[in-house]
T-cell receptor, first 111, second 114 residues
Framework: EDQVTQSPEALRLQEGESSSLNCSYT??????LFWYRQDPGKGPEFLFT???AGEEKEKERLKATLTKKESFLHITAPKPEDSATYLC????????????FGSGTRLSIRP | DAGITQSPRHKVTETGTPVTLRCHQT?????MYWYRQDPGHGLRLIHY???????DKGEVSDGYSVSRSKTEDFLLTLESATSSQTSVYFC?????????????FGPGTRLTVL
């Protein structure tokens, strides 16, 4: 069964304190792995798509990496505006029209 | 922002009443999706559509039906709402046949069933 597990569930950091969020997945043939950001009361906002192990994508203070079993979202020198819930999702080759989401990591950055 | 709107944005209804949520897109994407989001469960797929009048079930489809008579509109209907259907509902659009088969989400509808 295709599955996505995110850890930790919640993370509190001081402004400027770098850290990483983890997304572990099991899927029968990975077609793509997605990272989204979700602010309270809003829909998920697309950040990155990764397709193969070893691939990396960057956007401002965020960098996403991918291995055959997990993905990391690295946050470098975060600011309070980076506070949000970060969602990971995978798309299997066998069901290209559907993606499976993890439960998310709630990130809080203190000034 | 992807051109996706949802209506209504908030709704309170009573158990047993029918409810219809609407998703409208201006991007001409072939695929449209309905998800629900609940604490501890993340986003779960209810139904999706891969073209006009073409729909399929997702992970949590019981108690829901959908219709798509035009490319731009995808309706989600709760035939007889129950308290377990209290949730936040998100519509998404995408095109998995394209090189970037990413899904883009609408702003959500918060539904409360009393």
């Amino acid at each position: 069964e295709d599955q996505v597990t995110q850890s930790p569930e919640a993370l509190r950091l001081q402004e400027g304190e770098s850290s990483s969020l983890n997304c572990s997945y099991t899927v029968s043939g990975l077609r793509g792995l997605f990272w989204y950001r979700q602010d309270p009361g809003k829909g998920p906002e697309f950040l990155f798509t990764l397709y193969s192990a070893g691939e990396e994508k960057e956007k401002e203070r965020l960098k996403a990496t991918l291995t055959k079993k997990e993905s990391f979202l690295h946050i470098t020198a975060p600011k309070p505006e980076d506070s949000a819930t970060y969602l990971c999702a995978v798309q299997a080759e066998s069901s290209a029209s559907k993606i499976i989401f993890g439960s998310g990591t709630r990130l809080s950055i203190r000034p | 922002d992807a051109g996706i709107t949802q209506s209504p944005r908030h709704k309170v209804t009573e158990t047993g009443t029918p409810v219809t949520l609407r998703c409208h897109q201006t991007e001409n994407h072939r695929y449209m999706y309905w998800y629900r989001q609940d604490p501890g469960h993340g986003l779960r797929l209810i139904h999706y559509s891969y073209g006009v009048k073409d729909t399929d079930k997702g992970e949590v489809s019981d108690g829901y039906s959908v219709s798509r008579s035009k490319t731009e509109d995808f309706l989600l209907t709760l035939e007889s709402a129950t308290s377990s259907q209290t949730s936040v509902y998100f519509c998404a659009i995408g095109d998995p046949s394209g090189p970037l088969d990413t899904q883009y989400f609408g702003p959500g509808t918060r539904l409360t069933v009393l």
